[in-house]
């Protein structure tokens, strides 16, 4: 699994992402999202949620 995010324009991102779309993924999801869209790449939550915290021994 491969993912990140390129801040260039669209010439420059084909470049980059030639290389990976060479090996033939099952799934391509690289594309142009407006920038609030990648905090949820990830599904992340975007609210806060209850979380613990465990102690190590």
Not at 15 to 40: C, G, M, N, Q, Y
């Amino acid at each position: 699994m491969i993912d990140g995010a390129v801040q260039a324009g669209d010439e420059r991102a084909e470049r980059l992402l030639a290389p990976l779309r060479e090996l033939k993924p099952e799934i391509d999801t690289f594309a142009r999202v407006p920038s609030p869209v990648v905090s949820r790449i990830h599904m992340d939550p975007e609210e806060p949620t209850p979380g613990l915290r465990y102690a190590s021994s």
